[in-house]
């Protein structure tokens, strides 16, 4: 990814939203302003900005972390990025099947092993106790409605 | 009621056992956020938002307020041992407070900074107490016009003059605006940018936002880094944490001159908190008697800065609970906080929820008290918090997030919007994008959209109702300013 990269998503960002306000409906009641004008006016101002953004881009004048030597990723930052989504993932798959803890678990060691952890028992240990805590605390103690905790109580 | 007799009762109310476990709650979980790195208060009070409807609002505004003030306190210990300033204000602790620990002084250094938070906060709460009636009284003249303008001030001035570019600063409002669209629209019930998706038809909840850039982004990006594998070098805590009387001598003048930088800035709409504590900074390498010191370990340069700090911190709350306008990130989600208890904000606010008004304002004296006992006796806990290693202190706040936004509608949809939010995220602090002024964008977008249909409607479609009110106009001036004054500065100065 790169600043004229960001600003290709931003411009395409801005075509998506252009044609849902052509898409807004026309309301029947009588308004001084109707429902499209300032969706219409930001969508306007965020494509005048892109467009500026774009052109700084390409004249090297924007920024990326990436490119400062004590910011710069260490080799593997796509598969870190790759565990962490996962276990986002992992949670959002299972939680409706399999109750709270086991996903929270998953995704805790997913975001672990993004930080380096290793995927090993310790690791299933920590965050199986932290999302069971979490489950405890909230669910059972301020009564948050994170549904039941394991599979067998569904 | 006088405001004094509002605060009497405020104190009754505050004092009440409940209300204070909920006050010292909040300045706990605020010290804990504060000392560790990249947990600021604005993602806490998020992640908290949708766990905590149960409790009455007012109990937990008080805790609200405990970790917005508890956070400021803590970030001293992180910048002073690990010289990890968690935010930018932070900076110039940072660097005298981890100069004087290296010295062995760490212990003089956390005492002062402690103390000068406490009169710095002390004194930025009397301030509040005392103007923000007269703000009130002022703003109840302000119309439908005059608070669009205002909005659109505040708007402005935190995308234009916060972080490194104006341009990307305008960007990320203009994002956070677009978000804030999404939607049902209240005045004819049309859906907009909703793609045809029925669970977008609410919006996009403010704390999925929030939690998924701060609390998702940040740990994206750290993860993408691959530098935080492991806990960061903590400074032996060394030195006693007794000031001697030449550090009593050296500090008090900088907590005062701190504090009467740090509330009026703070107060404004993009005044924030690094402005007060850079100048505080060196008015005290101006007026020190040993400017030799700084940038070497100088007590007035953790003193004066840590107190500007902190008065800035009650100054953010003044706009928000005058006003109803949200001039930092926490501030705008304490905002959404009100609205979730469908309490409205505004000028109003003071005389229709006057009991919680109060009560927070009690409970933020009483907080500075809370804090000072927290904060110094305990250091040794604190020091010990900065060593959990990251991916477990990474994997925690993932999992309290996830479950902070399951646990709010048993949506597997927003949990899926915090997963795109935090890659929205970890974009915007890869390519130096402000998050505050997508969050303000977020808020304020619906809300100015409001007030402008309603001045127009009471002008009759007179866009000109904008220009000829004069308070509306000099608003819409002082935008217009900010957005182009830095740019005429530039073309002037280089010339």
Not at chain 1, 100 to 112: Q, S
Not at chain 2, 397 to 420: D, E, H, K
Request: with cysteine.
């Amino acid at each position: 990814m790169t600043p004229l990269r960001i600003a290709f998503v931003l411009a395409a960002l801005c075509g998506v939203a252009a044609w849902q306000v052509s898409v807004i409906p026309t309301s029947l009641m009588q308004m001084t302003v109707g429902a499209s004008l300032v969706p219409a006016a930001v969508v306007a101002g965020l494509s005048v900005l892109a467009l500026l953004y774009g052109i700084s881009a390409w004249r090297g004048g924007q920024a990326d972390e990436s490119l400062q030597e004590d910011q710069s990723p260490l080799p593997g930052a796509n598969r870190r990025l790759l565990f962490l989504l996962g276990g986002g993932l992992a949670f959002m798959g299972l939680v409706v099947p399999l109750g709270f803890i086991l996903p929270a678990t998953l995704c805790g060691m997913g975001v672990a092993r993004a930080f380096d952890a290793p995927l090993n028992f310790k690791s299933f240990t920590l965050c199986g106790l932290i999302a069971a805590v979490f489950w405890v605390v909230f669910a059972h103690v301020l009564g948050v409605g994170l549904g039941p905790g394991l599979p067998w109580l569904i | 009621m006088s405001s004094l007799d509002a605060l009497l009762a405020g104190f009754g109310n505050a004092l009440q056992p409940v209300t204070l476990m909920w006050g010292f709650v909040g300045c706990f979980v605020g010290t804990l956020v504060g000392v560790l790195p990249g947990i600021g208060p604005a993602l806490t009070i998020a992640l908290l938002l949708p766990l905590t409807y149960h409790v009455p609002a007012t109990s937990m505004f008080v805790m609200f307020a405990g970790i917005y003030y508890g956070a400021a306190y803590g970030g001293s210990t992180t910048s002073i041992l690990i010289k990890t300033p968690g935010e930018a204000s932070s900076m110039m602790t940072a660097l005298e407070g981890n100069k004087m620990a290296r010295r062995g002084r760490a212990g003089q250094a956390l005492a002062t900074a402690a103390i000068g938070s406490f009169v710095a906060g002390t004194i930025g709460t009397l301030a509040l107490t005392f103007f923000a009636p007269m703000v009130v009284e002022a703003a109840l003249a302000f119309g439908p016009a005059e608070y669009f303008s205002l909005m659109v001030l505040s708007v402005v001035a935190v995308s234009a003059v916060l972080g490194n570019s104006m341009l990307r600063g305008l960007i990320a409002l203009g994002l956070g605006a677009l978000l804030g669209l999404v939607g049902i629209d209240l005045q004819t019930g049309q859906p907009r940018f909703t793609f045809g998706q029925a669970s977008l038809l609410d919006g996009i909840e403010v704390t999925v936002a929030a939690v998924g850039i701060f609390a998702v982004g940040e740990a994206l990006y750290l993860a993408w880094q691959g530098r935080e594998s492991k806990a960061g070098e903590v400074m032996k805590l060394s030195g006693s944490l007794w000031m001697s009387k030449s550090d009593w001598a050296r500090s008090w003048k900088a907590w005062f001159r701190g504090a009467f930088y740090g509330f009026p800035i703070g107060a404004m709409p993009a005044g924030g908190a690094e402005l007060p504590t850079l100048l505080s900074y060196y008015t005290e390498k101006k007026l020190s008697k040993h400017p030799e010191e700084f940038g070497h370990g100088a007590i007035e340069g953790v003193a004066g800065p840590e107190a500007a700090n902190n008065a800035a911190a009650a100054g953010v709350l003044m706009p928000l609970l005058t006003l109803g306008i949200p001039t930092s990130a926490t501030a705008a989600i304490m905002l959404s906080a009100f609205e979730g208890y469908g309490i409205q904000t505004g000028p109003q606010l003071f005389a229709s929820q006057s009991s919680l008004v109060w009560t927070l304002i009690a409970s933020l004296y009483i907080g500075n008290i809370i804090l000072l006992v927290l904060n110094l006796p305990l250091v040794g806990l604190w020091v010990k918090l900065l060593k959990i290693p990251p991916p477990w202190l990474y994997a925690g706040i993932i999992v309290i997030s996830t479950a902070g936004v399951y646990g709010a509608g048993n949506s597997v949809f927003n949990v899926g919007l915090l997963y795109v939010f935090g890659l929205i995220g970890y974009a915007m602090r890869r390519f130096d994008f402000p998050a505050a002024p997508l969050i303000v964008g977020l808020i304020l977008a619906p809300m100015a959209e409001q007030s402008m249909r309603q001045a127009l409607t009471i002008s009759m479609g007179e866009w000109s109702t904008f220009v000829t009110r004069p308070l509306s106009a000099s608003l819409l001036a002082i935008a217009a300013l900010l957005l182009i004054g830095p740019a005429l500065w530039r073309k002037v100065s280089s010339r």
